[in-house]
């Protein structure tokens, strides 16, 4: 199966500022099904990018994502209060799918 | 729009087993996949497997091989995912989700069940 690590493990940001996420597959991603969700705590997640790169309906455009292959990145360009959050990178390409472990994104 | 309404928290004995249910509406229920996704308490998300409410095809992860079972009810909407020879370690939260496509992302998810496993 496809093993996907996130780093940092927690980003500690302000308001304001840009958060960039990074997301390794141990091996090549098909056809870039790569996606990103935001969990909040108590909450179902919350799907931002799929293909790697497009937006979910609704999702602001601070949110981007990048990459191909086995490297991915999340960024969010000025961070709101609400952006604070556990984000998961996971991938569909291969069965099994499988999610990152998360990266933690807390206010510093 | 899509919506997943799952069953309620669940307390079971470790070797029962618990079967959720996930009630779909607002579209049409044979054209979304329905992905199981579980979450034990302070981990991450952890995929179960899919259904095709279509035919009802499978896919389960190979980790719950043999002891997972999804099913689904075209009369009412609704996917079912029964999990037998409970552990302490299945405790957690389950969600369903539904995607456009067996490959594609879960753009709606459920509430979430909670199953609690005691010894």
């Known amino acids: 199966e496809i093993v996907l690590m996130q780093s940092p493990g927690t980003l500690s940001l302000s308001p304001g500022e840009r958060a960039i996420l990074s997301c390794r597959a141990s091996?090549?991603?098909?056809?870039?099904?790569l996606a990103w969700y935001q969990q909040k705590p108590g909450q179902a997640p919350r799907l931002l990018i799929y293909?790697?790169?497009s937006r979910a309906t609704g999702i602001p455009d601070r949110f981007s994502g990048s990459g191909s292959g086995t490297d991915f990145t999340l960024t969010i360009s000025r961070l709101e209060p609400e952006d604070f959050a556990v984000y998961y990178c996971?991938?569909?390409?291969?069965?099994?799918?499988?999610f990152g472990q998360g990266t933690k994104l807390e206010i510093k | 729009q899509v919506q997943l309404v799952q069953s309620g928290a669940e307390v079971k004995k470790s070797g029962a087993s618990v079967k959720v249910s996930c009630k779909a509406s607002?579209?049409?229920?044979?054209?979304?996949?329905i992905h199981w996704v579980r979450q034990a308490p302070g981990q991450g998300l952890e995929w179960m497997g899919i259904?095709?409410?279509?035919?009802?095809?499978?896919t389960y992860a190979q980790k719950f091989q043999g002891r997972v079972t999804m099913t689904r009810d075209t009369s009412t909407s609704t996917v079912y995912m029964e999990l037998s020879s409970l552990r302490s370690e299945d405790t957690a939260v389950y969600y369903c989700?539904?995607?456009?496509?067996?490959?594609?992302?879960?753009?709606?998810w459920g509430q979430g069940t909670l199953v609690i496993v005691t010894s």
């Open positions: 091996q090549s991603v098909t056809s870039s099904y």
């Open positions: 989700a539904s995607s456009d496509g067996y490959n594609f992302p879960s753009q709606h």
């Open positions: 293909d790697a790169s």
């Open positions: 259904i095709n409410p279509s035919g009802g095809s499978v």
């Open positions: 607002g579209h049409t229920f044979t054209s979304y996949y």
């Open positions: 996971q991938q569909s390409g291969s069965s099994p799918n499988t």
